[in-house]
């Protein structure tokens, strides 16, 4: 995970705001790109799980692009995805040919866990009072879908012990 140019201490709320519909519309992105990704191979139950997670990001992203609305009306975004790289978005190496739908949830429980360590530690340097309202909100937000993510892992019975190599084809003589 990366931040560019962020002052956390100064951060106003309009740019928390920016901030997180950013990071959600990023994570949003990816789901859908992982979900081509496992249509194309042949993996549909992680493509279902991973477009069910684009839903979710894009729907908490709308909210919170909602809020900043409300609040600021049609001020111009004082942020830019320059700015984050991979704060929720799921590991581009978390992706893999064959994936089970276990293991699509356990792509996106840690991509929850590396969301709830962005907003912890940004928080200490964060001064004004309703940014760190946010901020613990969205942190608090981060433990909720990882006990969600959770549960649906719970109810998944287990891999078949295979793994990506041996789904690999052996190189052959051209």
């Known amino acids: 995970m990366a931040t560019r140019g962020i002052d956390f201490a100064n951060l106003s709320l309009i740019e928390a705001l920016d901030l997180a519909v950013l990071i ?14 496992m249509d194309q191979h042949r993996t549909p139950d992680a493509a279902r799980f991973f477009r069910l997670m684009a839903v979710n990001e894009a729907k908490h992203g709308r909210d ?11 001020a111009p975004p ?6 984050i790289f ?26 929850e866990v590396k969301a709830y ?3 912890v530690a940004a928080l200490p340097a964060i ?11 969205l942190r608090d ?4 879908h990882q006990d969600l993510v959770k549960a649906e892992l719970a109810k998944l019975p287990p891999d078949s012990g295979l793994s990506d190599e041996d789904f690999v084809d052996e190189p052959a003589a051209q």
């Open 86 to 111: 991979d704060v929720e978005a799921p590991d581009y190496d978390a992706a893999r040919a064959f994936m089970t739908p276990r293991q699509a949830m356990k792509a996106a429980l840690a991509s």
């Open 127 to 137: 001064q004004d009072a309703e940014v760190r309202a946010l901020f613990e909100e």
């Open 141 to 144: 937000e981060e433990i909720e």
């Open 24 to 37: 959600e519309a990023e994570a949003e992105e990816r789901y859908q790109e992982f979900a081509a990704q």
């Open 64 to 74: 919170l692009a909602e809020r900043r609305t409300q609040r600021f009306g049609d």
């Open 78 to 83: 004082t942020a830019t995805r320059a700015m």
């Open 117 to 119: 360590a962005f907003f």
